[in-house]
């Protein structure tokens, strides 16, 4: 054992497995969302191209 506690979570790298509408864990990204219907996909770099537009 070591004196580092567990704190538990996940990490970062599976927000991108996250629908951006309602916070659904998608078992598959590239389908469309199972719970609200969004689709969306990633690019190469990770990020996606379904988001809301840019802020006014």
Known sequence: ???VPDLGGDPV???HRVCPD???F???PEA???RC???FR???EGTDE?????LP
């Open 1 to 3: 054992m070591n004196d």
């Open 13 to 15: 790298c599976w927000m």
């Open 22 to 24: 309602c916070g659904f």
């Open 26 to 28: 998608l078992e598959e």
């Open 32 to 34: 469309p969302c199972p």
């Open 37 to 39: 219907g969004a689709v």
């Open 42 to 44: 990633h690019d190469a």
């Open 50 to 54: 379904s988001g809301p537009g840019p």
